[in-house]
């Protein structure tokens, strides 16, 4: 079985970044599926990978005030509307206020 990180990051694929928002699209891994359902926490963890990639690009890193870089998160809450599937998947991260030393994001899991 393939390691968490291994799984998530190596399916991610950018599409559009700014430092307002990004849209990022991949693939479910299979093999973190139990039946035809991934797993409750690879399906957060899609997420988070989202969140950290784009905390870290020039787009976003660019816009740090006072040169102070807000990488890691503080808080996570997820709501699970329905069950995850293993079709294509879309990320989508919204910039909701960036302060001095906390950044409110958003961000959702959209599957046809």
């Keep these: ?5 291994a799984a998530t990051v190596s399916h991610l694929d950018e599409t559009s970044v700014t430092w307002r928002s990004a849209v990022y699209r991949g693939e479910i ?3 973190w599926c ?5 797993n409750g926490g690879y399906s957060l963890s ?4 989202a969140v ?3 905390m870290r690009t020039p787009e976003v890193t660019a816009t740090n005030i006072k040169g102070i870089a807000h990488n890691d998160p503080l808080l996570l809450s997820a709501t699970y509307i ?14 909701l206020k960036r302060g001095k030393s906390l950044s409110n994001l958003q961000a959702d899991l959209y599957q046809d």
């Excluded at 079985?1 to 990180?5: E, I, K, S």
């Excluded at 899609?46 to 990978?49: E, P, S, T, V, Y």
């Design 1 to 5: 079985m393939p390691g968490l990180q």
């Design 29 to 31: 891994d299979t093999t």
């Design 34 to 38: 139990i039946g035809s359902v991934p």
């Design 46 to 49: 899609i997420i988070l990978n």
């Design 52 to 54: 950290l990639a784009f």
């Design 82 to 95: 329905q069950a995850v599937t293993w079709t294509p998947y879309e990320v989508r991260l919204q910039v």
